[in-house]
């Protein structure tokens, strides 16, 4: 009877072993799906920083080379009227 009861204790504690150390694993899991969860957002946030910063360089490239355009063309508008006042007067 004596065996009975110390394997029956054994068993017991087993059994709670089992459960506070699935209790640690579900523990750990759900933090991990929180810092994958937090790495995600930030993952986003850091993603979208750099589509703006990509827009932002892009519109600042584009309004660079309209402004060279407008000075390339203007320049060339003066250029073309001074060789036709010359060619006229020729």
Aim: proline share 0%; charged share 25%; aromatic share 8%.
């Amino acid at each position: 009877m004596a065996t009975f009861y110390f394997v029956l204790g054994m068993v017991t504690v087993l059994v709670i072993a089992e459960v506070v150390a699935a209790f640690f694993v579900i523990k750990t899991i759900n933090l991990l799906k929180e810092q994958a969860r937090d790495a995600e957002r930030q993952l986003s946030a850091h993603s979208n920083d750099v589509h703006h910063r990509i827009d932002s360089v892009w519109q600042d490239t584009e309004q660079h080379f309209q402004e060279v355009y407008r000075q390339l063309d203007s320049r060339l508008d003066k250029l073309e009227t001074k060789l036709t006042k010359q060619v006229i007067k020729g």
